[in-house]
């Protein structure tokens, strides 16, 4: 049984959190742009959080559902419905048997999210779902939808008849919905760059770059310099480290990020942030907001704590 791919969009791809373990080998994470989206998805469907899901951006597959199958989208709000009734945002959803689900009009955001409960059934690769588009691995075929693929779903895609006790829970607003700055810690190179260039990073506007896709986000504004020539050999890289080549202008490195990097860094993005940021569209304009290595993992810890307690709440996620 499976989902058909009438319409493609632009770039709709399987993801789930992501290749660890296998970077010291030269094969990337991957994973999910935006994980705080793809996990209520998967809490809302009634799945682990490392089933894969379907990352769509900026516009919206078609997709014709054969089997009858229980669904939630989060993230980005790009009009999700099925004929003329809209599908509500981060609620499971019941689709049956030759529905068609369909995008419209970008409200906000850049990715959204689809878990089908059961998740995608397609093998994993190095211990990930994931697709690495460069290498043309993982996910569906190494690759991202095409019309008239068809991915196969799990058998019991509808769940247990208890899954429905999620809809009472309450998904806060997704942190895009939030006008504020990035929060971000001083990087391992941030005593190198310049005054003006540590004042310029956390006071003044970014925008965007057209150029920007999933392995980086490039930022144009004021340049930043160092304070003084830095000849250094390539270091690990994460997802929200924040390079700076010698153009002065930033990259945020993201979710197909290479393994190593030889630019200074002048920060990194505290990660319960970095959805924040792969919602962000080019062009948009984006601030950064200092915060203390303490209070990023205050942040995170946090976070994982109201995961946690969320999924006490649904009973065939505890069983």
């Known amino acids: 049984m499976s989902i058909e791919v009438i319409k493609p969009g632009p770039l709709s791809s399987l993801q789930d959190l992501g290749r660890t373990g296998v970077q010291r080998f030269g094969v990337i994470a991957s994973g999910v742009m935006d994980e705080w989206s793809h996990r ?3 809490l809302l469907a009634g799945n682990a959080n490392d089933e894969a899901s379907l990352e769509i951006t900026l516009m919206g597959p078609s997709l014709l559902f054969h089997q009858d199958a229980l669904i939630a989208i989060v993230g980005a709000d790009l009009s999700p419905r099925i004929g003329e009734q809209a599908v509500p945002m981060a609620e499971p959803v019941r689709v049956a048997a030759g529905s068609r689900l369909d995008f419209g009009r970008r409200v906000f955001g850049c990715r959204t999210y689809l878990a089908v409960h059961g998740g995608f059934a397609v093998p994993p690769v190095m211990g990930s779902r994931s697709t690495y588009l460069r290498a043309g691995f993982g996910g569906w075929q190494g690759r991202a939808l095409r019309k008239g693929d068809r991915l196969p779903i799990a058998a019991d895609a509808l ?11 309450k998904v806060p607003p997704h942190p895009a919905r939030h006008d504020r700055a990035i929060r971000a810690i001083p990087g391992q190179q941030w005593a190198r760059f310049s005054a003006q260039a540590q004042a310029r990073w956390f006071d003044a506007p970014f925008v965007v ?11 144009d504004g004021p340049g930043l310099a160092l304070a003084a020539p830095l000849e250094m050999i390539s270091e690990a890289v994460a997802f ?9 202008q930033p990259i945020v490195l993201m979710a197909d990020r290479q393994t190593t990097g030889g630019y200074p860094k002048i920060a990194s993005v505290a990660s319960v942030d970095l959805p924040l940021l792969a919602q962000r569209v080019p062009g948009e304009t984006l601030r950064f907001e200092r915060v203390t290595l303490d209070e990023a993992q205050a942040l995170y810890l946090e976070r994982e704590a109201e995961f946690a307690r969320l999924r006490h709440q649904i009973p065939s996620l505890n069983r």
Not at 162 to 169: G, H, I, R, S
Not at 209 to 219: P, Q
Not at 240 to 248: F, K, N, S
């Open 209 to 219: 770059n057209l150029n920007s896709d999933r392995m980086g986000y490039r930022l």
């Open 40 to 42: 209520w998805a998967n």
């Open 240 to 248: 929200g480290t924040v390079q700076v080549p010698p153009d002065g």
């Open 159 to 169: 769940g247990p008849a208890d899954l429905p006790a999620v809809q009472p829970l």
